[in-house]
């Protein structure tokens, strides 16, 4: 795994103990990411193939990428990122259950061919606006 992709063990933690605990609940994941060149996003056919394994694999926890947005730019701050994603899962064991599935080796796989930096971010599920 390339030096990006550092976790964050105390907040893994955390998530570990909710995850283990009654208080377990769904949660909204929002991933800002850059890519690589090579990825071709947003219309290349790694990004493109990536984007299909990765909404299988939240699947397979019973989760959903909600919505995907492209970043134009950055006015405010060091973060470069090309798309921010928000992910729902129906709980933090779910979410700890993403690299146990049967398409996680697929989609890791192919995260490192198109991801150059990505942060995610722990939020409440309650913000996430439903038609």
């Known amino acids: 795994m390339n030096s990006t992709w ?3 063990e105390e907040e893994y933690k955390a998530i570990q103990e909710i995850a283990e605990s009654e208080k377990d609940r769904p949660v ?3 991933n800002i990411n850059k890519y690589l060149p090579s990825a071709g ?5 790694p990004y493109k193939t990536w984007m299909k394994v990765l909404s299988k694999m939240v699947g397979e926890v019973g989760g959903k ?4 947005v492209p970043s134009y730019g950055q006015p405010i701050g060091q973060q470069s990122a090309d798309e921010i994603l928000g992910a729902w ?3 933090h064991k ?3 259950s ?3 599935q049967p398409s ?3 989609s890791f796989r192919l995260r490192e061919l198109c991801v150059s930096e990505a942060v995610v971010h722990r939020c409440p599920e309650k913000v996430i606006p439903y038609p």
């Not at 996003?41 to 056919?45: A, D, F, K, S, V």
């Not at 990428?65 to 995907?68: G, H, M, P, T």
């Open 28 to 30: 909204l994941m929002i």
């Open 94 to 96: 779910a979410f700890l």
């Open 65 to 68: 990428i909600l919505w995907q």
């Open 41 to 45: 996003y947003p219309y290349g056919e």
């Open 89 to 91: 899962y129906p709980s």
């Open 98 to 100: 993403i690299k146990d």
């Open 104 to 106: 996680s080796v697929e």
């Open 6 to 8: 550092s976790a964050n």
